[in-house]
């Protein structure tokens, strides 16, 4: 009799090589399940065009803005694009797509990504929660596990662009990430120009090395607040600014006038891009329709398409893309 490794009763079928056949067979089976799990990842890591990670060092200087937003100025594009948001504690994508409630929706065995605006598929941790507002605290081996399953289970179809939200500060997920899925293209580290902020983006910098993910380049988030206004035309306007600076402009024609005023500090990120020798990808500057956004579900570059907002990210995405070399055929690599 031609007894595979699997086989339960072996020609000599006494109780220990039964018990030895079963514990083969649950190797095997786990094998293939890691196999089945690679090739999937694979897969994903070809119908997927390009993957960026967006990482700071801190929490609350606008990653998953800049995440959400740099997905929405691509789609603008026309490109088919994702957004895969891993922050299993604050996950607050799903809000800023529009997309609050959602609930998985799994078919066949698939995870489907929930459809936020402008056709941007979206797969957040937060549809796996019962109540938003309670987080989730899962313990290491489980939430890394799970960072891998919605890798290998979504189907996100044939994208041009994946873009990656993380939780703030921490390591494990982004190499989770990094290991599971083949091919990233590189990351996208947000900073505002305050010194605390930047310190955390050097640390990003030289994270990203022991990644062997390449820094695609530097978000200065925060970064002044424009005031539009309008006076008699041609006249001079100041304005008092921030540490007893005087701000001043001449208004056009009609009376119109901007002023930039530099709540924190000016050209933090850029000096650190300089710094570390990575490309400097633009500033995005203080907009409150950010946080108004956050709260009803529009995101500013729905709200003001052609906007000052909608526009630094377009800026931002151009410098990305110059990044980005296509290659259309990532290689299928099984490792
Ligand atoms: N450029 C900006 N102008 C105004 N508010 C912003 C800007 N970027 C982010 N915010 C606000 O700051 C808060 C934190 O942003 P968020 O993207 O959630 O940060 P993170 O993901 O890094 O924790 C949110 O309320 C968001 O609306
Ligand atoms: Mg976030």
């Given at each position: ?11 000599n ?6 018990e ?16 089945k799990?690679?090739?999937s ?12 990670m967006?990482l ?24 088919k ?21 959602r ?9 489907h ?36 399953q ?17 939780p ?68 001079e ?13 001449t ?25 570390f ?13 950010f ?12 709200s ?32």
């Amino acid at each position: 009799m031609a007894d595979s490794p699997v086989t339960k009763h072996g020609a000599n079928s006494g109780d220990e090589a039964t018990e030895a056949s079963a514990q083969e067979q649950k190797q095997m089976e786990q094998a293939y399940a890691q196999m089945k799990r690679k090739m999937s990842m694979a897969e994903i890591g070809r119908m997927i065009k390009h993957k960026v990670m967006v990482l700071s060092g801190k929490g609350g200087v606008g990653k998953s803005t800049v995440a959400t937003g740099l997905a929405l100025s691509l789609a603008q594009q026309g490109l088919k694009v994702g957004i895969l948001d891993i922050d299993i504690t604050g996950p607050n994508v799903p809000k800023m797509m529009g997309l609050e409630g959602r609930r998985l929706h799994v078919e066949a065995g698939r995870i489907h990504p929930a459809q936020g605006h402008l056709g941007v598929k979206v797969i957040s941790m937060a549809f796996l929660l019962d109540n938003e507002d309670t987080p989730v605290v899962w313990r290491g081996p489980i939430k890394l596990g799970a960072i891998q399953q919605f890798i290998a289970d979504v189907e996100w179809g044939n994208l041009d662009y994946l873009i990656i939200d993380f939780p703030p500060g921490t390591s494990d997920e982004p190499l989770t990430v990094a290991q599971s899925l083949p091919d990233i293209d590189g990351m996208v580290i947000v900073t505002t120009p305050q010194d605390v902020a930047l310190l955390d983006s050097r640390k990003s910098i030289t994270f990203s090395e022991s990644l062997k993910v390449p820094v695609l380049g530097v978000v200065e988030n925060m970064s002044g607040y424009t005031i539009n206004g309008k006076s008699a035309p041609n006249s001079e306007v100041k304005i008092d600014g921030p540490a007893g600076k005087t701000l001043k402009t001449t208004c056009d024609d009609q009376g119109n006038f901007a002023i930039t005023i530099d709540i924190f500090k000016e050209g933090g990120g850029e000096s650190t891009a300089e710094e570390f020798g990575v490309p400097f990808l633009g500033k995005l500057p203080f907009d409150p329709g950010f946080v108004r956004g956050g709260d009803d579900g529009v995101h500013r570059i729905v709200s003001e398409p052609e906007g000052p907002s909608a526009i630094a990210f377009a800026k931002i995405v151009a410098a990305l893309q110059e990044q980005i070399t296509d290659s259309d055929e990532p290689g299928l690599e099984i490792i």
